[in-house]
């Protein structure tokens, strides 16, 4: 357990100063994998799309699992396995760089330059945003993707191990694949959509804990009342309560009318404060970057505290 929460902190550590490799991402990989996997077996139907969900992460998590007992005895080797694990399945750095991005854009008024930038961080239409609309939805980025890029996958490898760890990246590539609404994958892909949506509730909930612990003085509280009062109104069961709890803390307002190809999605305000400007973008990047160091210490402390309860040896008699 304790090989495990230092492979943890130094895959975290590896994210902060390497962010994603450049080449040979094993992410990618299964992605393209999954992909060629889904153009052979699809079919319109939820039963197909469950086997699909099982097979890919099932594998995934198998393959962890079994890395974790070969190495359960060899705690240097397994404390490499969990930091490698840890790394490839983070994006915090990634996420981090990208939005800087598009707030430099936004900084020089290059309003096209920046629409087609964010196109990196969100799958909604970004040919007509302002200025304003783009920080939103980057800022909503970011609060989403701090939880699923970084705090989810750290909790479930606290609870899992290495098993948990690529199990969970699994079953989030899968819902960033299939489980969006497509005449396509409306029913093969609702088994990953819902998946993700229960292996993401306490990363979800951890996240927004935090980020109402991190809030600037004075905005602690509003941030708790946000995320109580406005997070059932999002789409998403788990992107509501970390994405509310950021409009709390920073004093914006997030939400409103999102537009993807030909469906309009309108979504209730999340926040009670002024609405988001370019400059709100470096204030999320640094919340959510002290949310992801509050969650691996807190998760590294919990794994390096937990003991396995020794096996009962046989009884003697006198």
Same mark, same amino acid.
Request: positive net charge.
């Given at each position: 357990?304790?090989?495990?929460? !230092? ?7 590896? *994210? ?60 240097? =080797?397994?404390?490499? !396995? #969990? ?26 008024? *290059? ?42 996958? =750290? ?22 694949? #299939? ?29 927004? =804990? ?39 803390? =920073?004093? #914006? ?10 469906? #309009? ?54």
């Amino acid at each position: 357990m304790r090989s495990r929460a !230092a492979g943890l902190l130094l895959g975290f550590v590896a *994210d902060r100063l390497l962010g994603d490799p450049s080449r040979w991402h094993p992410v990618a990989g299964f992605g393209r994998a999954a992909a060629a996997l889904e153009r052979a077996v699809h079919a319109d139907s939820r039963a197909q799309g469950a086997c699909y969900t099982t097979a890919l992460v099932g594998s995934s998590t198998l393959v962890g699992m079994a890395i974790d007992s070969s190495l359960g005895r060899r705690p240097v =080797l397994h404390t490499v !396995a #969990v930091a490698a694990a840890t790394w490839a399945v983070l994006g915090g750095t990634s996420l981090g760089r990208e939005a800087s991005a598009v707030e430099r854009l936004l900084a020089d008024d *290059d309003l096209p330059a920046a629409r087609d930038r964010l196109t990196h961080l969100v799958g909604r239409d970004t040919s007509r945003l302002d200025a304003s609309e783009i920080a939103r939805a980057t800022i909503e980025s970011v609060a989403e993707n701090t939880s699923d890029a970084v705090v989810a996958p =750290l909790v479930l490898g606290g609870l899992g191990g290495i098993g948990g760890l690529l199990g969970y990246r699994a079953a989030n590539t899968l819902d960033a694949m #299939v489980g969006h609404r497509s005449a396509r994958h409306e029913r093969f892909g609702w088994a990953s959509a819902r998946l993700d949506d229960v292996l993401n509730v306490p990363g979800s909930r951890l996240s927004a =804990l935090l980020a109402c612990g991190f809030a600037p003085e004075g905005r602690r509280l509003e941030a708790l009342r946000t995320w109580r009062t406005d997070a059932a109104g999002h789409p998403s069961p788990n992107a509501g309560p970390v994405e509310s709890a950021f409009a709390g803390a =920073l004093g #914006v307002r997030l939400g409103g009318t999102n537009t993807y190809g030909s469906r #309009v999605e309108r979504r209730p305000v999340m926040g009670s404060g002024r609405p988001a400007t370019p400059t709100d973008i470096a204030r999320a990047i640094r919340l959510a970057d002290r949310v992801g160091w509050g969650a691996i210490v807190l998760i590294a402390l919990a794994s390096g505290l937990s003991r396995r309860r020794p096996t009962a040896g046989p009884r003697t008699h006198d």
